[in-house]
T-cell receptor, first 115, second 108 residues
C-alpha cells in the first residue's frame, strides 16, 4: 500500500519563476493538505483541499494556489518565486476532512531552492 | 488557535522511558491533542492523539491532564530510532498548526 508520494524530490528555481509541486495521497484518502517547512522550523499550514475545493487556508499570500483532481491527487503552485520561498514543501493526506480522529499521513516532501 | 509550549530539546538514554511535556493552556473544548514526530530527512509521522482520556498504542502513551491544559507523551523504552523532533498539536479541523517542537536526542 503506497503512502503519500510527492514529486519532484528536489527542485531549483530562480526568483520570479513559477513552480508546480505534485502529491498523490495515500490510497483511500480524500483530503490533501500542504505545508511549508523552513529550515529549523516546524511545518506551516498552507491550505487544505477536499472535494476539489480549497476548504481551509493558512496565512499565505495568493501567490500560493492549489488544485485537487477527481482522483484526489493535488498540485501546489507558487508564482513569482521569492528567495524566502526556499523550503521543504510537505503534502499530507487524510481519510475525511470532517473526521478529526483521522491522523494525517505525510510525504517526505519536495525541497525547493530559489537562487 | 491554541498555543503550545514545549521544551526546545531533551535527552534520554537508550532503553529508558522518556516523558515529553506539552502545555496547551488555551486549548478549546473540541480540540484533540495530536502528537507527531519528524525524523531527519523525512516528513512528520503520526504518533498518537486523544481528547480527554489517556491513550495507548504500539508507539507510545499519551497522558492528558484533567483540565486538558497540558499533556505528556511517554515513550516507554527509547531507542536510537526515536531520535526526532516531537510536535504537540491541539487541533480539530485537520489544519495542523505546528510549533517548533522538542528535539529528542537518544544516547546509546
Amino acid at each position: 500500500d503506497a503512502g503519500v508520494t510527492q514529486s519532484p524530490t528536489h527542485l531549483i528555481k530562480t526568483r520570479g519563476q513559477q513552480v508546480t509541486l505534485r502529491c498523490s495521497p495515500k490510497s483511500g484518502h480524500d483530503t490533501v493538505s500542504w505545508y511549508q517547512q523552513a529550515l529549523g522550523q516546524g511545518p506551516q499550514f498552507i491550505f487544505q483541499y477536499y472535494e476539489e475545493e480549497e476548504r481551509q487556508r493558512g496565512n499565505f499570500p495568493d501567490r500560493f494556489s492549489g488544485h485537487q483532481f477527481p482522483n484526489y491527487s493535488s498540485e501546489l503552485n507558487v508564482n513569482a518565486l521569492l528567495l524566502g520561498d526556499s523550503a521543504l514543501y510537505l503534502c499530507a493526506s487524510s481519510k475525511t476532512r470532517d473526521s478529526p480522529n483521522q491522523p494525517q499521513h505525510f510525504g517526505d516532501g519536495t525541497r525547493l531552492s530559489i537562487l | 488557535d491554541a498555543k503550545t509550549t514545549q521544551p526546545n530539546s531533551m535527552e534520554s538514554n537508550e532503553e529508558e522511558p522518556v516523558h515529553l511535556p506539552c502545555n496547551h493552556s488555551t486549548i478549546s473544548g473540541t480540540d484533540y491533542i495530536h502528537w507527531y514526530r519528524q525524523l531527519p530527512s523525512q516528513g512528520p509521522e503520526y504518533v498518537i492523539h486523544g481528547l480527554t482520556s489517556n491513550v495507548n498504542n504500539r508507539m507510545a502513551s499519551l497522558a492528558i491532564a484533567e483540565d486538558r491544559k497540558s499533556s505528556t507523551l511517554i515513550l516507554h523504552r527509547a531507542t536510537l530510532r526515536d531520535a526526532a523532533v516531537y510536535y504537540c498539536i491541539p487541533d480539530n479541523n485537520n489544519d495542523m498548526r505546528f510549533g517548533a517542537g522538542t528535539r529528542l536526542t537518544v544516547k546509546p
